[in-house]
């Protein structure tokens, strides 16, 4: 809690400050952005005009850690190793890739705001053979926790994100059922991570995986994760939807 039942700061909220003055952190320049209720309301007739935009394609608001990333994989998938995750802001299209017959009220939660650069961009990509997704991301100036850092609640969807999505393509749909996270080193706003998910073993309708997320240069290990995933559609009995060598 920020505040206490005086009205003053709490002891937690007195340590991120002196955390924050201590790091001596420059402040991150960002465009300025609308910020009042009218500025952001939406017409539900507009919000899916294109809703087969892929964002996980380059914008200008990308920087050029993200970028060099970016062509690293591009490279990558010329060999077919690795391939490139498409990524849309309807979640009807990650799970049955058709295109949705009416207008939706709903965003996919990474992908639900307007202006780019505020958020998460992020592009993922796969690896069947290893059965392991590499995620790209850099953190917007809206996803503050502690002051100038990365929300931790984001980094778990972060990790969400990941290791689902390595599980969805390594088995089919699944939901999360448990995610551990050792949350080791702050993460600044404006930094670019790089974000790992690895099926690690299978037992009939349980997935589990690990995580790590590091900084762009590698240099920083920010956190470690393991996750669990129930298969869907799994009956008792059935064997493993694949097997792994160990």
């Known amino acids: 809690m920020l505040w206490n039942s005086a009205g003053s700061l709490s002891k937690f909220a007195r340590l991120t400050l002196r955390l924050h003055r201590a790091t001596a952190l420059p402040l991150v320049q960002w465009p300025k952005a609308p910020c009042s209720g009218q500025a952001f309301a939406l017409k539900s007739s507009s919000v899916y005009t294109d809703p087969r935009k892929d964002f996980s394609l380059p914008n200008p608001s990308w920087k050029k850690e993200l970028m060099a990333h970016y062509n690293k994989f591009m490279e990558l998938t010329k060999s077919g190793s690795w391939e490139r995750i498409p990524s849309y802001n309807v979640t009807v299209l990650h799970i049955s890739d058709t295109e949705p017959t009416e207008v939706r009220s709903t965003r996919l ?16 990509f796969l690896n069947r053979e290893e059965k392991k997704v590499v995620g790209l991301f850099q953190i917007g100036p809206y996803l503050e926790g502690p002051p100038s850092f990365m929300h931790g609640g984001c980094i778990a969807t972060v990790i969400d994100v990941v290791t689902g999505t390595c599980a969805v393509f390594t088995v089919g749909k699944v939901l999360t059922a448990n995610l551990n996270i050792n949350y080791r080193k702050p993460i600044p706003l404006g930094s670019v991570i790089v974000v790992e998910g690895k099926v690690e073993k299978i037992e009939g309708k349980k997935i589990f995986l690990s995580s790590q997320v590091r900084s762009a240069d590698d240099t920083i290990l920010h956190n470690e994760a393991s996750a669990l995933f129930i298969l869907l559609d799994w009956k008792a009995g059935q064997d493993s939807p694949l097997a792994l060598e160990h």
Do not use: K
Not at 109 to 124: F, K, S, V
């Open 109 to 124: 939660y990474t992908r639900n705001l307007d202006i780019e650069g505020t958020g998460l961009e992020y592009a993922m």
